[in-house]
Structure formats: structure tokens, C-alpha cells
């Protein structure tokens, strides 16, 4: 069973296997509504790894948001460090209908990991691909923590999930299927791959 760890601006939750899904602090129940519920749910049911931001109105506070990030930053670098991450899952909210699959083509994520994460999704749901994705502002995930070896062989692959409002308060209980369902297919290519 995963064990969950309350911190003052985040809670991390110590799973198994190697995907870490991620939900950022929001500074508003506007901005990613549902989404740090539904990622602590896809977590326990798939007993992955998470990192999930708090929403607080004291994040408006400038100051009080970057001492939040760089904390939560700091337990996501523990358990890509620590406990053999492959995979990383930044789960977002926007306020369009649909999903957004967004990477740094060629430089977060495989295309065969893009592909299969695409392919689940679009079962359930309608699906934009962002190959073109930059980052935000606050310093994105998806372009920091992908890390390759010597040789060019991803280490860690990340990709960014954008979920609409709709779906994450209308169609809830797919979202969080479909993430867990996502973790447990890329810890099981892992444990293929290395048997071979």
C-alpha cells in the first residue's frame, strides 16, 4: 500500500513501480480544479509514485508560490534520484473541453511512449497532440526532468497531460481510470524490457 506524506504545501505519495504522476500548486480552485484529487486517486489505485501542489489562495503571495515550487520541485528530484523513476506525468486542468498530450518533441518523451499514452487516451476521450510544447512560466516540468544517458537513450521520459473541466468533473472517474491504467502499461513495458 502506498504510504502518503502531508507537507505544508504538497503531499507526496510513496508508491511502487517507476512513474511518478505529478498535479502543480494551483493559486486558484479556478485553475486546476479536481486535478490534485484525481491524481491522488490514480495514484493509489495504480500505487505509483505523486507529487500533488495544494491549492491556496496564499499563493498569491509571490514569495509564499516560489518557496511552494521550489519544495515540491525538491520531492519530485528525491524520487527521480531515489527510487528509479522512468516516467513522469505532469496531470493539469484547462478550461477547454478535451485532452492535451503535450511534449518537447524528440526531447521529453519517446514517440513510443507518446504514442501509447495517446492511444489510451483517445478510447475516452478527444485528444490534441503539443508536440511543439515550450514550457510556462513557472519552469516546466515536462522540460526539466527528462533526462538521457550517454548514448541518447531516454532515462527518464515526461510528458504533460491537460485535462478539460469537463472531463475532470463530469467524466472523473475515466480520467483517473485512464491515468492509472496509463501508469501500470508503462511500469509493465519496464519490467518487459528488462527481462528481454
Not at 501509447?116 to 497532440?129: A, G, I, P, W, Y
Amino acid at each position: 500500500m502506498p504510504v502518503k506524506i502531508i507537507h505544508p504545501d504538497h503531499v507526496e505519495i510513496v508508491g511502487l513501480g517507476h512513474v511518478l504522476l505529478t498535479a502543480p500548486h494551483a493559486t486558484s480552485r479556478d485553475a486546476d480544479i479536481h486535478t490534485g484529487p484525481i491524481v491522488e486517486e490514480a495514484a493509489l489505485t495504480s500505487r505509483s509514485y505523486a507529487v500533488i501542489g495544494k491549492v491556496s489562495g496564499e499563493f498569491l503571495d509571490l514569495s509564499r508560490i516560489q518557496s511552494a515550487r521550489s519544495e515540491f520541485r525538491k520531492s519530485i528530484e528525491g524520487f527521480l534520484a531515489e527510487d528509479g523513476i522512468r516516467y513522469l506525468l505532469d496531470i493539469r486542468g484547462k478550461n477547454e473541453p478535451g485532452v492535451d498530450i503535450g511534449i518537447a518533441a524528440g526531447q521529453s518523451c519517446s514517440d513510443s511512449t507518446t504514442e501509447l499514452v495517446r492511444s489510451r487516451l483517445v478510447k475516452d476521450f478527444t485528444v490534441k497532440m503539443n508536440s511543439e510544447y515550450k514550457g510556462d512560466e513557472s519552469g516546466s516540468i515536462v522540460t526539466s526532468y527528462n533526462r538521457k544517458d550517454a548514448k541518447g537513450n531516454f532515462v527518464v521520459e515526461t510528458i504533460q497531460l491537460e485535462f478539460g473541466h469537463d472531463e475532470r468533473q463530469f467524466q472523473r472517474e475515466k480520467v483517473i481510470s485512464d491515468i492509472s491504467e496509463i501508469a501500470d502499461i508503462l511500469n509493465g513495458r519496464l519490467l518487459a524490457s528488462r527481462a528481454d
